[in-house]
Structure formats: structure tokens, C-alpha cells
């Protein structure tokens, strides 16, 4: 079974910026996109971005201009660089990989970003 494992959280002034790693275990063959998430307390969990095989990017309203989704198919690793960082970004940001049907292979196991003002 693959794993996910996120790293390069922690805490930011608002303005800030953090790079988000994910790392998957092994190449995953059915893999289709990864994508980022984030649950906020008291929140559910929502999408961030997603990158798929292709290159084709999405991204939320909330982070479009500010955060850069990207990956390295060599490294199995899938990259958040998140600029212009804002107290409301503050959350447990989770990773994971997608199949063709977007249905999630595996999640990480989730990193906290916190904004202060």
C-alpha cells in the first residue's frame, strides 16, 4: 500500500509563505492527479489544488494567485508553494493521489500550517 508522507509545515506571519512536500512511497501506476486539501477547525475538508498527469492545474478561488501546486514525477513528490499567506490559510493541510476516476488511492497523514497576524 502506498503512503503519503507531507512535510515543510509549521508557523508563518501572515504575508509569509510555506512550501508544502508530499512524498508517495512508490510510484503509483494508476495514479491520475495528486491534490492538496485542507480542513480547517470546525470546518470540513476542502480542496486546495490538484495537479493531474497532464500538467492541468486547478486551483480554489481562495488561493488562486497566491499558491502554486506543482510535482516531480522522478521524485514522486507533489509540491504547495504557498505565498501571501493570511490567517484564514490556517489549517491541516493533507495531500493525496487520484485515479483516472478521481477516486483518492491514499491521503497523507495531514501537516499544520498556522497564519498568525
Known amino acids: 500500500q502506498v503512503q503519503l508522507v507531507e512535510s515543510g509545515g509549521g508557523l508563518v506571519q501572515a504575508g509569509g509563505s510555506l512550501r508544502l512536500s508530499c512524498a508517495a512511497s512508490?510510484?503509483?501506476?494508476?495514479?491520475?492527479?495528486w491534490g492538496w486539501y485542507r480542513q480547517a477547525p470546525g470546518k470540513q475538508r476542502e480542496l486546495v489544488a490538484t495537479?493531474?498527469?497532464?500538467?492541468?492545474?486547478n486551483y480554489a478561488d481562495s488561493v488562486k494567485g497566491r499558491f502554486i501546486i506543482s510535482r516531480d514525477n522522478a521524485k514522486n513528490t507533489v509540491y504547495l508553494q504557498m505565498n501571501s499567506l493570511k490567517p484564514e490559510d490556517t489549517a491541516v493541510y493533507y495531500c493525496?493521489?487520484?485515479?483516472?476516476?478521481?477516486?483518492?488511492?491514499?491521503w497523507g497523514q495531514g501537516i499544520q500550517v498556522t497564519v498568525t497576524r
Open positions: 493525496n493521489v487520484q485515479d483516472i476516476l478521481l477516486l483518492v488511492i491514499a
Open positions: 495537479i493531474t498527469n497532464s500538467g492541468r492545474l
Open positions: 512508490r510510484t503509483i501506476a494508476s495514479m491520475y492527479a
